[in-house]
Antibody, heavy 120, light 107 residues
Framework: EVQLVESGGGLVQPGGSLRLSCEAS????????MDWVRQAPGKGLEWVAR??????????EYAASVKGRFTISRDNSKNSLYLQMNSLKTEDTAVYYC???????????WGQGTLVTVSS | AIQMTQSPSSLYASVGDRVTITCRAS??????LGWYQQKPGKAPKLLIY???SLQSGVPSRFSGSASGTDFTLTITSLQPEDFATYFC?????????FGGGTKVEIK
């Protein structure tokens, strides 16, 4: 059974940093693109970042709103995906979801999400 | 960025009704579109991929179709468990973008 379990969310002050983790199980982690997607309270969904798979050398992509501040990475030995978030802004407040791309340009599995609150 | 314009933003329907939700892409995305269902406090669930393919385990009352840059999710005979928010996603190019969502509420 595929599972994605996020952790690391919490309350942080503007300008601060936080590192999110996503532990994956039930599939060959290195075979899949993995993304972070966020949802601000009462708002729609926003794609944040992508880590491609082994065949694509684990290259990355970022949304313009987070480029230069956030870094996506993965540890395939631990089946884990990470999101290092620096210089956090109040507008980064959201539930952050870890997602798996099926290989067909669609997310077939999502984690339950972890809440990040940026506030003074 | 490709804009996904989803309509309506909300609708009221009764059990047994046929419901149609539309996403219009601002440019050609081929059929790189998925439809998701989200219930409060829960992770989204994939319903349809590649515009019209039914995800395994999803009831057949859900279907998707495409016509150019217009994509439609149809729920035939709405069930009580279908009251939720639905949204589309395009993964044709970066940045990946989502429709604004449609909240299906009980009439």
């Amino acid at each position: 059974e595929v599972q994605l379990v996020e952790s690391g969310g919490g309350l942080v002050q503007p300008g601060g940093s936080l590192r999110l983790s996503c532990e994956a199980s039930g599939f060959t982690f290195s075979d899949h693109y993995m993304d972070w997607v966020r949802q601000a309270p009462g708002k729609g969904l926003e794609w944040v970042a992508r880590s491609r798979n082994k065949d694509n050398s684990y290259t990355t992509e970022y949304a313009a709103s987070v480029k230069g501040r956030f870094t996506i990475s993965r540890d395939n030995s631990k089946n884990s995906l990470y999101l290092q978030m620096n210089s956090l802004k109040t507008e980064d407040t959201a539930v952050y979801y870890c997602t798996r791309d099926s290989g067909g340009d669609v997310y077939d599995y999502w984690g339950q999400g972890t809440l990040v609150t940026v506030s003074s | 960025a490709i804009q996904m314009t989803q309509s309506p933003s909300s609708l009221y329907a009764s059990v047994g009704d046929r419901v149609t939700i539309t996403c219009r892409a601002s440019q050609d995305i081929k059929n790189d579109l998925g439809w998701y269902q989200q219930k409060p406090g829960k992770a989204p669930k994939l319903l349809i991929y590649a515009a019209s393919s039914l995800q395994s385990g999803v009831p057949s009352r859900f279907s998707g179709s495409a016509s150019g840059t217009d994509f439609t999710l149809t729920i035939t005979s709405l069930q009580p468990e279908d009251f939720a928010t639905y949204f589309c996603l395009q993964d044709y190019n970066y940045p990946i973008t989502f429709g604004g969502g449609t909240k299906v509420e009980i009439k």
